[in-house]
């Protein structure tokens, strides 16, 4: 199995930046595609950002000028670079990772956004 582990998250004024990693651990050979959801507090749980092995990478439009997916293959390690975060940006964050046609979950990591 692989098990992907967030870190990073943690309160931060509003216009201010985060970053999360989302590293993977266990059977971590040949892993491809890797994201990111969110679920904020009474709201469904929201796609953020996809990334291929090969490193293209897209987003849920509301995130597209603010947010920066990234990827380590060397590491196994996902990257969610959060700017001018807003209070609707509070949320438990998880990443996934996919191998062999198989999506794995992380336990996720809490952002809150507020003053």
């Known amino acids: 199995q692989v098990q992907p582990v967030e870190s990073g998250g943690g309160l931060v004024q509003p216009g201010g930046s985060l970053r999360l990693s989302c590293a993977a651990s266990?059977?971590?050979?040949?892993?491809?595609?890797m994201g990111w959801y969110r679920q904020a507090p009474g709201k469904q749980r929201e796609w953020v950002a996809h990334?291929?092995?090969?490193?293209?990478?897209n987003y849920a439009e509301s995130m597209k000028a603010r947010f920066t997916i990234s990827r380590d293959n060397g590491k196994n390690t996902l990257y969610l670079q959060m700017n001018s975060l807003k209070p609707e940006d509070t949320g438990l964050y998880y990443c996934?990772?996919?191998?062999?046609?198989?999506?794995?979950w992380g336990q996720g990591t809490q952002v809150t956004v507020d003053s």
């Open positions: 266990g059977s971590i050979r040949d892993i491809y595609d």
């Open positions: 996934y990772v996919e191998k062999a046609y198989t999506r794995y």
């Open positions: 990334i291929t092995n090969s490193g293209y990478a």
